[in-house]
């Protein structure tokens, strides 16, 4: 009896959360779904509802794995709610946890992988890991070179290194191809006042 009394024992504290341990965040509530795309709620549905079937034609069969991506988001935001490092970087990890699930599951034409891509650079750029979080934003670049984001990310990580002619590299690679997107226009103008 005492055996297995033990044995009960390590298998409880095995399994119980611990205090301290990161937990991926799952929309629940409306404030949770707020904070989100709209895809994410569409998955939250059975695939036969229409909304589901709308989101899974728009982003494809990988619309499967998004319910991840969606808590990554999640996560990330929650992360930003704690004081200590060590908590923050615990719910970073988490969140990278769920990205790496999509980008590992999903086909590399997966339309959402230039944003998913780039919430991983900025998960990445919170756990000081900028060599990552350049690697990420070119990878989100070359996915889909229209994606402003991706490289206004990169430039301001040029650019707050003090790498002012790469961040202007960057801009004017993306302007070539979004020659109206204020966004670039206005990094453009601030690179230049530097010079």
Same mark, same amino acid.
């Given at each position: ?8 024992? @390590? ?7 611990? /205090?301290?341990?990161?937990?991926? @965040? ?11 795309? /709209? ?48 908590? @923050? ?55 889909? /070179? ?16 003090? $790498? ?8 004017? $690679? ?17 690179? $230049?006042?530097?010079?």
């Amino acid at each position: 009896m005492t055996k297995i009394f033990f044995i009960l024992i @390590i298998a409880a504290s095995i399994t119980l959360p611990k /205090p301290g341990l990161a937990i991926t @965040i799952w929309p629940k509530s409306d404030k949770d779904w707020s904070m989100l795309p /709209p895809f994410c709620k569409a998955r939250s549905y059975s695939d036969k509802h229409p909304t589901y079937k709308s989101w899974q034609r728009r982003l494809g069969g990988d619309f499967i794995h998004v319910h991840h991506y969606c808590a990554a988001l999640l996560t990330f935001n929650d992360a930003h709610r704690y004081t200590k490092r060590v908590d @923050i970087a615990e719910q970073l990890n988490a969140a990278m946890s769920e990205i790496d699930y999509v980008e590992h599951s999903s086909r590399p034409n997966f339309r959402l992988l230039p944003h998913i891509f780039k919430t991983k650079a900025d998960i990445f750029l919170e756990l000081k890991n900028v060599t990552n979080a350049v690697m990420y934003l070119n990878k989100a670049i070359q996915l889909n /070179p229209k994606f402003v984001p991706a490289y206004t990310r990169l430039a301001d990580i040029y650019y707050e290194r003090g $790498q002012n002619d790469e961040a202007l590299k960057v801009v004017n $690679q993306a302007l070539k191809i979004k020659p109206h997107s204020r966004a670039l226009n206005k990094r453009l103008k601030k690179l $230049q006042a530097k010079k």
